[in-house]
Nanobody, 124 residues
Framework: VQLQASGGGLVQAGGSLRLSCTAS????????VGWFRQAPGKEREFVSG????????YYVDSVKGRFTISRGKAENTVSLQMTSLKPEDTAVYSC??????????????????WGQGTQVTVSS
């Protein structure tokens, strides 16, 4: 499975961006796709994820109510709609896939495949 992330950019605080992650290769109903971010000088953190089979979403508390993850209309695509962006959302965002999800989604080590990052910069 190869993952391709896109959609980052520069936006003012309060603005919106939509990230997309496209997987080439098969994802299964047992798979989980997550978005992580890493800001300069900080550790990578889980942002949001979705269970491929059920569509159940998961969010870190800091983005609840502002970010929405969904399976895209295109096959094997996951979108992350980010609204009310804050300067502290500035980071490199990466998508990752856990082919056989077993209930642990917060740790990057649980994921089998990673896409390249896309930069999100929110100016104040």
């Amino acid at each position: 499975v190869q993952l391709q992330a896109s959609g980052g950019g520069l936006v003012q605080a309060g603005g919106s961006l939509r990230l997309s992650c496209t997987a080439s290769g098969r994802l299964f109903s047992s798979s989980f796709v997550g978005w992580f971010r890493q800001a300069p000088g900080k550790e990578r953190e889980f942002v949001s994820g979705i269970r491929w089979g059920t569509g159940i979403p998961y969010y870190v508390d800091s983005v609840k109510g502002r970010f929405t993850i969904s399976r895209g209309k295109a096959e094997n695509t996951v979108s992350l709609q980010m609204t009310s962006l804050k300067p502290e959302d500035t980071a490199v965002y990466s998508c990752a896939a856990d082919v056989d999800y077993r209930g642990s989604y917060l740790l990057g080590d649980e994921y089998d495949y990673w896409g390249q990052g896309t930069q999100v910069t929110v100016s104040s």
